[in-house]
């Protein structure tokens, strides 16, 4: 079966930093896409950042100059580094990886707060 395992996320002061990963396993097959959703309390789920087959990224607004996604396709994994973070970061992040099907992980909360 194919998993992706997301960690790093947790409780962090405004201005600090995390690092999210999310390893893929199983046959998988060809990917087009890695991406990184948020969602917070009483909001949709929204796209934070993409890292495509062709290695162009794209972020949301809100964190670019903030956050940097990146990959190693030899272990099937994608990171989402995060940095200057805010309390309107707090959400619960959810890996998801674009192949012949969509996959999803199980959500890391990430939580901003003195």
């Known amino acids: 079966q194919v998993q992706l395992a997301e960690s790093g996320g947790g409780l962090v002061q405004p201005g600090g930093s995390l690092r999210l990963s999310c390893a893929a396993s199983?046959?998988?097959?060809?990917?087009?896409?890695m991406n990184w959703y948020r969602q917070a309390p009483g909001k949709a789920r929204e796209l934070v950042a993409l890292?495509?087959?062709?290695?162009?990224?794209n972020y949301a607004d809100a964190v670019k100059g903030r956050f940097t996604i990146s990959r190693d396709d030899a272990k099937n994994t994608v990171y989402l580094q995060m940095n200057s973070l805010k309390p309107e970061d707090t959400a619960v992040y959810y890996c998801?990886?674009?192949?012949?099907?969509?996959?999803w992980g199980q959500g890391t909360q990430v939580t901003v707060s003195s």
């Open positions: 890292i495509s087959s062709g290695d162009s990224k």
């Open positions: 998801n990886v674009v192949a012949i099907h969509n996959y």
């Open positions: 199983g046959s998988i097959g060809s990917i087009s896409s």
